[in-house]
């Protein structure tokens, strides 16, 4: 079947890096989607990744390995408002998305 | 710039009740699409269309319908409300070009949340 691993929880400290890593397995791939979303509210889109490589956004950066069906967010200087859920979503027919990661910031 | 606009933002239906979520985007979007949410876990597509006229089943349809009439517009029908439809409903839309998956970004409604009893 389809499916998107990621981990349930990461913690991390205010100023510090984090990955989150996303594997997935699934047909007719076309990219790597990552969102954020926080308590109550709705997901908002952080990144895509449609080639291999790295793709910078500010603070963030995601990472795409077609090879290793493999994938990664990275957050730099956390910030305590980045305390959400992050999901991957693997962009094919039918978007399929991952459990989700709740991030959690400590000063 | 409204955006995606779901609604209503809660509702509490009894069994067996049928309701419509309302969706509407003012984005001139194509790809339009429905997702449920239950704690703990990622969206999971209930249906999605490529283009007014056009509409395809994803993960779990079952106990849903859905029509698109037009771009703005994408209803999604409880045919006959049950406890295991209580989750949040969030309609999302894309510019993703017709009969190709969406890719970047797509944009959500605020959600809806849907208790049946």
């Known amino acids: 079947g389809q499916s998107l691993e990621q981990p349930s929880e990461v913690t991390a400290v205010e100023g510090a890096i984090v990955q989150i890593n996303c594997t997935y397995q699934t047909s007719g791939f076309y990219g790597l989607s990552w969102y954020q979303q926080h308590d109550g509210g709705a997901p908002t889109f952080l990144s895509y990744n449609g080639l291999d490589g790295l793709e910078e956004t500010g603070r963030f950066s995601s990472f795409l390995s077609r090879s290793d069906s493999y994938g990664y967010l990275l957050l730099q200087e956390l910030q305590m408002k980045d305390s959400a859920s992050y999901f991957c979503?693997?962009?094919?027919?039918?978007?399929?998305w991952g459990a989700g990661t709740k991030l959690i910031i400590k000063p | 710039n409204a955006g995606v606009t779901q609604t209503p933002k809660f509702q509490v239906l009894k069994t067996g009740q049928s309701m419509t979520l309302q969706c509407a985007q003012d984005?001139?979007?194509?790809?339009m699409s429905w997702y449920r949410q239950d704690p703990g876990m990622g969206l999971r597509l209930i249906h999605y269309s490529v283009g007014a006229g056009i509409t395809d089943q994803g993960e779990v349809p079952n106990g849903y319908n859905v029509s698109r009439s037009t771009t703005e517009d994408f209803p999604l029908r409880l045919l006959s409300a049950a406890p295991s439809q209580t989750s949040v409903y969030f309609c999302?839309?894309?510019?993703?070009?017709?009969?190709?998956?969406?890719?970047?970004?797509?944009?959500f409604g605020e959600g809806s949340r849907l208790t049946v009893l």
């Open positions: 999302a839309s894309s510019s993703g070009t017709s009969g190709r998956p969406p890719t970047g970004e797509l944009f």
């Open positions: 979503a693997s962009s094919n027919y039918q978007l399929i």
């Open positions: 984005m001139n979007h194509e790809y």
